[in-house]
């Protein structure tokens, strides 16, 4: 037996065929001495390679040791990825014309984001201010006619007034009783 493994768990295997014999015992004998010179012929060999260990030996820096602030920087470039992302629509279509944040900045409820281009509701708009304009215009010509008739309903009455108070004046001061009505005997049949 060489003390290979095979060697021995074939060793190992005819101990076992033949329980109660006593060759058996001899055999573990002789399986313990080759096992244990096994093991020992492999911690020589780590001997010879000893010696050679030093001079494939890693060469390392020595530095004295002081006592100084330690600090250290490292920039890492990376993206974060958020726990919840969210979708943002416009409420009209239109071009960006300006973003107002940057990516990964906090914003407030009701922050704006980017002012949005939109041309035809401009146009719209537009139109809007130019009818109130139109409106408040109209609105105003009314107010200068309602103001212009009641003026001249105030002078109209007031010249009715002169004039029947003119008029009352130039009346004699004595005025006759009206005549009683002709009694029934006299009026003609």
């Not at 014999?21 to 010179?37: I, K, Q, W």
């Not at 096994?38 to 001997?47: F, K, P, V």
């Not at 004699?172 to 003609?188: G, I, K, N, S, V």
Request: hydrophobic share 35%; charged share 20%.
């Amino acid at each position: 037996m060489t003390g290979r493994p095979s060697d021995l768990v074939f060793s190992v295997n005819l101990m076992r065929t033949r329980q109660g014999s006593r060759p058996n015992a001899c055999a573990g004998l002789l399986l313990t001495l080759l096992l244990v010179a096994g093991i020992l012929s492999g911690c020589g060999s780590a001997d010879k390679t000893a010696g050679d260990g030093l001079a494939n030996a890693p060469v390392a820096a020595v530095v004295k040791v002081q006592r100084r602030d330690l600090s250290s920087q490292l920039s890492i470039s990376s993206e974060f990825q958020p726990y919840q992302e969210v979708n943002v629509y416009a409420k009209v279509s239109g071009y960006i014309q300006k973003l107002e944040v940057n990516w990964g900045t906090h914003v407030k409820q009701g922050q704006q984001l980017a002012p949005v281009s939109y041309t035809h509701l401009d146009v719209y708009k537009r139109q809007h201010q130019q009818l109130a304009k139109r409106n408040a215009d109209e609105a105003a010509k009314q107010q200068v006619e309602q103001r212009h008739q009641q003026q001249t309903q105030q002078l109209v009455h007031k010249h009715t007034q002169q004039t029947q108070q003119l008029r009352q004046r130039q009346q004699p001061a004595h005025t006759t009783a009206p005549r009683a009505p002709a009694p029934a005997e006299e009026r003609p049949k």
